[in-house]
Structures are given as structure tokens and as C-alpha cells.
């Protein structure tokens, strides 16, 4: 929770820090190692891109070896896809393999200069992880998060016990991709109140050098992407929960009346289930709205282990 004290400390060292800036070109030269927590779908994805656009080394870390397996296994069918299609050659995709070096071990992120954490959307699990980066990492190293609807000011918040000590805070930021990562050029750029210029300067220029488009939203639950697109997705599954349309019809009407590439119900498989109904939590708790209460329905599949495609359920 962010009282009006804190939140006045936190202004007060954030104008300090901002005080302090690099210009974009130089920010992406530092960035000599990636490091990503977490060899899901969106990791994987981040640490692909990053490999094959931006030319950088990547250190994939993940607690589950079967999830590291598993992430590797998915992007060498992605590089053998981009062959047979000749967008890369042989050559290039054994180059681009050679940048993803996985661990198990977060001590493997002491030598990085840029990280993007993508575990999934439970606070305690991203406030635990920004803890120990903070000890963990380089002075320099930017903290990025890959959160869809958590606070980046919270976020940054526990990387100390001390608000008014912004080393660590002024680091923390959200790039906030876009799923499918190899696909989709949108990113989210969103700063806490601690963020410097430079840290927001640095994480721009990275993503640019990725190949991605950035947009930069406020610090308000849900950002842009989420805000507005998961009212949609829960008004979709209400309409199929109430017998307003079927799933088939849903997806249809939305595919050819609004000419997005699939429908609501889809895209909800595509993100996982389980994800939405993370996202929606948080957004319902943090802003008190009754359009991001989750449908009865959304909560049955979830409890019941209908989480969608992305997690290979379904």
C-alpha cells in the first residue's frame, strides 16, 4: 500500500534522480548481456528477440528445468520455422541459439545490464524477486518487469526497506510485451514513481533495438493494453456464460464485424485463462470497478484447470 507519505518520499527522491540523464543512442549500447526470469511463453519470447534482433547474450533463468526444456524446445521450432521460410539461415539461427544461455540459478544475473522479469502476475512472487535483484545485481543494471496489471511503484518499492534510498527503485521499470513476442511489435513502457529518466531513456532505446514499437502508459492498474482489453474478454465469456451468443458466434461476429485477427474467446485460450483471471483480480481489487469483476464462469474454468492453450490445457 502506497500512503500519501510515502508516496511524497518517493516524488521527493524521484526528482533527484531525474535529474540525471543519458540520451537514448548510449543507453542501448550498455546493455552488453540480457538476463529474463522465466522460460514460459512471454520469456522465452522476450529472450528470442532479443537474441535474434538486439544481438545480445541471454541468461534464460528459471527454477524448473522442465519449464527451461520446454522453452528451448519452442524456440528451436520457431528458428527452424523462420528457416524453412528463409527469413535466417542455418548459420544465423545456430548464432542466435548460441546467445541463450539457461540456469536455474538467479545468481547467474550478477554480470547483466538489463533484466525483464515475465513470471506470472502474483505480487509476493515479483516483489521477492525485485528483493533479491537488488542484492544480486550489478549497481547499474536496469530492473525491468514484464507485469500486465501490478504497480511499477509498488514493484520498485521492494527493492528496499528504505523509501527515501532510490539506488535500486530509480532502476525499476515495465517493459510490458506483447504476446506473441516474435510477432507482435507493441510494447508498454511504464514508470513508478521512482523511475529515472535514464532508466525510462535505456529501456526505450533497448526495445526499439529489439524491433519493437514502444507507447508509454501511467502507473494505473491495468496500463493501456490490459485496461481496455480485458473488460472485452470478460464481457465475451459473460455472453457465452448467459447464452447471449455461442462461443463459435462470439469469436465470428468480432473476427469479421471489427477485422481483429481473432475473437475475444480465443484470444482469452491464446493468453491463458488462468492469466486473464490474474490480471482481472488485480484490476477489480485495485480500482474497486465492477466491469473488471471476473464472470462466475471465468472462475469455474480456472478452478476446474481449463486454462487454455498457453499452458497446454484445454
Same mark, same amino acid.
Given at each position: 500500500m502506497i500512503t500519501p507519505i510515502l508516496r511524497r518520499q518517493l516524488l521527493q527522491s524521484a526528482r533527484q534522480t531525474r535529474c540525471f540523464s543519458s540520451t537514448p543512442i548510449a543507453a542501448a549500447q550498455e546493455v552488453k548481456r540480457l538476463g529474463v526470469i522465466g522460460a514460459g511463453q512471454m520469456g522465452l519470447g522476450i529472450a528470442l528477440v532479443a537474441a535474434q534482433r538486439a544481438g545480445v547474450?541471454?541468461?534464460?533463468v528459471d527454477t524448473n528445468q522442465a519449464s527451461i526444456d520446454k522453452g528451448l524446445k519452442f524456440a528451436d521450432k520457431l528458428l527452424a520455422k523462420d528457416i524453412s521460410k528463409e527469413r535466417i539461415t542455418q548459420e544465423q539461427s545456430d548464432k542466435i541459439r548460441s546467445l541463450l544461455s539457461p540456469t536455474t540459478s538467479m545468481d547467474s544475473l550478477a554480470d547483466v545490464d538489463f533484466i525483464i522479469e515475465a513470471v506470472p502476475e502474483i505480487p509476493s512472487l515479483k516483489f521477492s524477486i525485485f528483493s533479491s535483484l537488488a542484492q544480486i545485481c550489478?549497481?547499474?543494471? &536496469?530492473? %525491468?518487469t514484464n507485469t500486465s496489471s501490478i504497480s511499477i511503484t509498488r514493484i520498485a518499492a521492494s527493492t528496499t526497506k528504505d523509501p527515501t534510498d532510490t539506488s535500486a527503485s530509480s532502476r525499476v521499470i515495465s517493459t510490458h510485451f506483447m504476446n506473441p513476442v516474435p510477432i507482435q511489435k507493441g510494447v508498454e513502457i511504464i514508470t513508478g514513481l521512482q523511475t529515472s529518466q535514464e532508466t525510462v531513456d535505456t529501456a526505450i532505446a533497448f526495445c526499439k533495438a529489439m524491433g519493437k514499437i514502444p507507447s508509454q502508459s501511467a502507473d494505473s492498474p491495468g496500463f493501456l493494453a490490459n485496461r481496455i482489453l480485458m473488460p472485452?474478454?470478460?464481457?465475451?465469456?459473460?455472453?457465452?456464460?448467459?447464452?447471449?451468443?455461442?462461443?463459435?458466434? &462470439?469469436? %465470428?461476429?468480432?473476427?469479421?464485424?471489427?477485422?481483429?485477427?481473432?475473437?475475444?474467446l480465443q484470444l482469452a485460450d491464446f493468453i491463458?485463462?488462468?492469466?486473464?483471471?490474474?490480471?482481472?483480480?488485480?484490476l477489480y481489487e485495485e480500482t474497486g470497478d465492477s466491469k473488471y469483476r471476473p464472470s462466475v464462469l471465468l472462475?469455474?474454468?480456472?478452478?476446474?484447470?481449463?486454462l487454455g492453450k498457453k499452458s497446454g490445457k484445454g
Open positions: 547474450p541471454v541468461t534464460l550489478p549497481p547499474h543494471t &536496469i530492473l %525491468a472485452y474478454i470478460n464481457e465475451a465469456i459473460i455472453c457465452l456464460e448467459t447464452g447471449v451468443g455461442s462461443r463459435d458466434d &462470439i469469436d %465470428a461476429i468480432m473476427k469479421n464485424g471489427t477485422n481483429v485477427p481473432m475473437g475475444p491463458g485463462i488462468d492469466t486473464c483471471l490474474a490480471i482481472m483480480k488485480v472462475r469455474k474454468m480456472v478452478d476446474a484447470g481449463w
